[in-house]
């Protein structure tokens, strides 16, 4: 070992105190290289994921990372509550994986197994040995249920302001969770108990969660990491059957389907929802991805939407929390405009979000509704403004 790497090693430990309404893009190894030249500025950070049972592969690319000296934020996770060979809540922590992050001076992320509907027994140990170990951050991989269900949630609350460790959760559900009635409410009164929380595997809610003061938020950089899917009966059709790749359209706040965004672009050629000036398309319409090599797609696809992600945190992120809320509510509902301005169904998070955080008093002028960031004009040949939407 070079001296240089033991310095490293002996580097204090990042705990969460490091993470400060953080935007992480959660990955597998095979992206970590292409990933982490964009999220290699402040407020930016990454999570490696493991495909099941491969530890020592983003074990290596960690250690890789520490000695090439990437300072943001980094966090490994062990993936063993998905798939259909998950573990159960009630699995042991692996000491060997939370001493390996501990070692590298990473937040340690417990290597916890799924917490089903009604699991409480699960979600108590995890919790309680999160709390013994004194140095981690409890991972959550939780049934939509536990946010969703008054019942259930009012029990996820209690036992997490009990044990009061910080809590990384992860939402399974078959389509976007914080669509679904009552999911994003079950998030805002979890961000209200006073621990620290980040929210894992996501997508455009990320921001959402960042504006309502999660530590930190992770977007998947391919669909399969946006989201934690329940056991498929089939897997092998599922194993075998890759989406096509979507890329943010930022004044939509939406992933949209290669295919999708040159389809309608054809149909309102004049609207500047296209264009993007992120480094990745340098100032090209979206659907130029379309016509590089198919093998290059998904990689230009989520770089871009990463760019565009992280300029949507820094335009939303401010000194006040309660302000950003309310950024973020306008912001979604200028998306909703805009989606159905060119014809696309009604994105259901859009409107949970607003309904969740509601407008504050009208008369109120602490609380003006727009923070100054880029706007979409409707037509091109507009003025390309920065003033509030
Ligand atoms: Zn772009």
Request: glycine letters at 8%; charged letters at 25%.
């Amino acid at each position: 070992m070079t001296p240089d790497q033991t310095q490293l090693l002996r580097s204090p430990l990042r705990t969460v105190e490091g993470l400060d309404r953080t935007l992480l893009a959660q990955c597998g190894i095979a992206d970590v290289d292409a990933v982490r030249r964009i999220v290699n500025r402040p407020g930016t950070g990454l999570v490696v994921t493991a495909r099941q049972g491969n530890l020592p592969g983003v074990y290596r690319w960690a250690c890789y990372l520490v000695e090439k000296g990437y300072d943001r934020p980094l966090l490994l996770d062990a993936n063993r509550y998905g798939g259909n060979r998950r573990l159960p809540a009630n699995t042991p922590f692996s000491s060997d994986w939370l001493g390996r992050q501990r070692e590298l001076g990473l937040p340690v992320l417990t290597d916890s197994g799924y917490v089903g509907w009604g699991d409480l027994d699960g979600l108590v140990a995890i919790l309680r040995r999160t709390a013994m170990i004194g140095d981690a951050i409890a991972l959550l991989p939780l049934h939509l249920s536990w946010l969703r269900v008054p019942s259930a949630r009012d029990t996820l609350l209690r036992q997490v302001r009990a044990f009061a460790v910080p809590v990384a959760i992860i939402v399974e559900y078959q389509a976007d969770p914080f669509g679904v009635r009552g999911v994003v409410d079950g998030l805002i009164e979890l961000l209200n108990c006073d621990v620290p929380l980040l929210l894992l595997r996501s997508d455009i809610s990320a921001l959402g969660a960042l504006c309502c003061g999660a530590v930190a938020a992770a977007v998947g950089t391919r669909a399969a990491l946006r989201h934690l899917y329940p056991m498929a009966p089939q897997p092998a059709r599922r194993r075998w059957s890759r989406p096509a790749p979507s890329v943010v359209v930022s004044g939509c706040l939406s992933y949209k389907r290669l295919g999708t965004v040159a389809r309608t672009k054809r149909r309102h050629p004049d609207s500047n929802l296209w264009w993007c000036g992120c480094s990745t398309c340098e100032g090209r319409d979206l659907d130029w991805i379309l016509h590089r090599p198919e093998r290059m797609r998904e990689r230009l696809s989520f770089q871009h939407s990463l760019d565009a992600l992280v300029e949507l945190r820094d335009e939303l992120i401010g000194p006040d929390p309660q302000r950003d809320q309310l950024t973020w509510r306008a912001r979604c509902a200028s998306a909703a405009y805009w989606r159905r301005e060119v014809g696309w169904e009604p994105l259901p998070a859009l409107d949970r979000w607003q309904q969740a955080i509601g407008l504050p008093p009208s008369d109120d002028p602490a609380f003006p509704l727009h923070r100054p960031g880029r706007s979409i004009p409707p037509q091109r040949g507009s003025e390309r403004s920065t003033s509030p939407e």
